[in-house]
């Protein structure tokens, strides 16, 4: 039976909920599962991986390490599935992975599916399924003349399972990448605001023209508060300066696969639905009734937004609260 890798994100010693799927789904598969993690705290991870199925951690957090480095990354990377010829590496199609895993195929002659949704790991072997043509299509892919098969799958779109107390990965440490890196990278300036990412919300409230103005995002602010999720955008908004671009959900901004999503004062042109249309629940609120997001959405509410999002929030404290 072939092992599998999974390149599990982390931060502030945690591990991200996409790496919690996806090693979820690999201990299902009943193949050996090794965990793969880089950077500061990634020695910490033993007990959280294991307790999802890993039986080793394979770590390094050299300096050049610290931050993300694609350069460094792909070299400690690309060395790892060398030595240990994985059949599989699952990873999660969040911006890093598919930075990071383009360069590691090509480094090492695997084959990449990206931005999966559904996995399905048997007898050794894997197949997916992907959107096409910004969603109209998906498509069942599989890999030929390839030793080493990775895939990256969306954030959200697997199952997270229980963890399992008393479980912890033996860490090994794997070789640090070369001296003579071409980049390096110094300091990472974070933003001032502490907003959940879109890619790893459970619930998304994303607003579009519908909503006439910047300032009226503080409704979609109220509900996603008492829903515990975060504020999307089209790319509309985005580009009439009303949010910042990390908000923009869609094509040429994130893709996302939330359990809820409520689309307020969106049309639903192609561009976005190609980044949401993933979403297990769609609920659309629109003035217009033959606007094309009905057409994807598994409830609609025609009607002005103005009154209907506030009536959710003080419905949705009165159970929530």
């Not at 199609?93 to 990449?112: I, M």
């Not at 963890?163 to 070369?178: I, S, Y």
């Not at 459970?202 to 829903?227: C, H, M, T, Y």
């Not at 990390?246 to 409520?262: E, N, R, W």
Request: proline share 5%; glycine share 10%; aromatic share 4%.
């Amino acid at each position: 039976m072939a092992d599998i890798f999974v390149f599990v994100e982390h931060k502030d010693g945690k591990l991200k909920k996409s790496a919690i799927e996806l090693l979820s789904a690999a201990k299902k598969s009943g193949m050996t599962v090794h965990a793969l993690a880089l950077g500061s705290g990634s020695e910490g991870l033993a007990e959280a991986v294991g307790s999802f199925g890993a039986t080793e951690l394979l770590i390094c957090n050299a300096d050049s390490l610290k931050y993300y480095n694609p350069e460094a990354y792909s070299a400690v990377i690309s060395q790892a599935i060398k030595d240990k010829k994985p059949g599989i590496v699952l990873a999660a199609a969040t911006s890093t992975g598919k930075d990071l895993f383009p360069r590691v195929g090509g480094a090492t002659g695997a084959g990449v599916a990206s931005d999966c949704t559904s996995l399905n790991l048997r007898s050794g072997n894997v197949s997916a399924r992907r959107p096409m043509y910004a969603g109209k299509v998906s498509a069942e892919v599989g890999f030929s003349n390839c030793e080493t098969k990775i895939v990256l799958v969306r954030p959200n779109a697997l199952e997270a399972g229980t963890p399992e107390a008393g479980k912890t990965a033996t860490v090994v440490n794997l070789p640090p990448p070369p001296t003579d890196l071409r980049t390096i990278i110094k300091e990472v300036v974070k933003g001032t605001a502490n907003k959940l990412d879109l890619t790893e919300a459970n619930i998304i409230i994303s607003g579009g023209r519908g909503l006439k103005g910047p300032e009226n995002f503080k409704l979609l602010d109220e509900l996603a508060a008492v829903l515990g999720g975060a504020v999307g955008a089209s790319r509309a908004v985005v580009d009439a300066g009303w949010v910042p671009h990390d908000m923009q959900v869609g094509q040429t901004g994130k893709t996302v696969s939330p359990s809820l999503y409520i689309a307020c004062g969106i049309s639903g042109a192609i561009q976005h639905l190609a980044g949401m249309s993933s979403s297990k629940v769609i609920v659309a609120i629109n003035k217009d009734k033959e606007a094309p997001i009905f057409q994807k959405a598994t409830y609609g509410i025609v009607g002005d937004l103005f009154e209907i999002v506030p009536l959710l929030t003080a419905e949705f404290k009165k159970i929530l609260e």
